[in-house]
């Protein structure tokens, strides 16, 4: 089956004052349909510029993406995206958030009202369609964001370090979450994230990033069936992969 998103050669230059730098540089990755990719790396390494260029938000400076059969969109339609801060309107309720993609696209928001409360029911939401984002805490203002990511039913969604800012105990539980919706509609992800623990819970497959400019080091399968259980956290071989990606971050 052909990848649903091919990356080739991409580089990323930002322009500067000093003359330029060099983002990503020679990356190389496909993404296939239905999988989840985890990519780690240190600070600076890039994750977020690769991100951007899949997204269709970045155009790189040299080589090309290519999602669902379309080159180097300018904004590619049928993506999801879900940040660190859930960038929520805070005079607009929860639905009006979540329905927000749809008013941009120029669609029919009425139309999108059912699955607006679906999405929200499974999601756990239900009962919270007129509150206001400051009335919510910040793990359920992060699934508001995840709701609105999602309403337009996309193909590929991309995560930028969505948990990073909540407590341990909620960010467990949007783990949990996460995977019960990607599992239901049958997304295929991309997860960008610091924690390594968190990728190999989530992840098919793990991309190591290492920089600058940042480039693929190197992948890593995770053979465990989805969707995972907290408790494998606490197995040996879940620890052995975590302690392999880190060996190779540290090289």
Known sequence: MEPLVKIRNVEVRYD????GLVAISGVDLDIRQGEVVGIVGK???????LLKVIAGLVRPTRGEVIYNGTHNGGGFRGIGM???????????TVLKNILLPIELRGEDVDSYVPRALELMERIGLKGFENSY?????????????????????PSLLLLDEPFSALDAITREDMWMLLQEVISYENYTAVLVTHDIREAVLLSDRVVVMGGRPGRVKAEVTIPFRRPRDLGLQYGREYNDYVAKIRSLLGD
Not at 16 to 19: D, L, M, S, T
Not at 43 to 49: E, I, Q, R, V, W
């Open 16 to 19: 500067n004052r000093n003359g």
């Open 43 to 49: 600070s600076g390494c890039g994750k977020t510029t």
């Open 82 to 92: 879900l940040f660190q801060s859930p960038l929520l309107l805070p005079w607009r």
């Open 133 to 153: 984002p400051w009335e919510l805490s910040g793990g359920m203002q992060q699934r508001v964001a995840l709701c609105r990511a999602l309403i337009h039913r």
